[in-house]
């Protein structure tokens, strides 16, 4: 299933839970398997990768993943 961090709050809330915090993972710069190509050829380094996990938490609409971390 695809969410967005609405639909995925929607679905959380309407099981009756509650969403303690939310966020993404990795900022969506690049198709899979331009990332995986950028990877394999040492175009993208641990320093880029750190900046757009950072900016993801700024912009978890954007990003490759978004989570929620729930109680009820």
Do not use: W
Not at 48 to 57: F, H, N, V
Request: charged share 15%.
């Amino acid at each position: 299933r695809t969410y967005t961090l609405d639909t995925l709050a929607s679905d959380i809330h309407t099981a009756g839970l509650r969403i303690i915090y939310s966020g993404g993972v990795l900022l969506k710069t690049l198709a899979n398997f331009q990332f995986d190509a950028a990877l394999e050829s040492g175009i993208v380094s641990q320093g880029y990768i750190e900046a757009i996990d950072g900016l993801s938490e700024i912009y978890p609409d954007l990003s490759s993943s978004i989570y929620a971390v729930i109680g009820n």
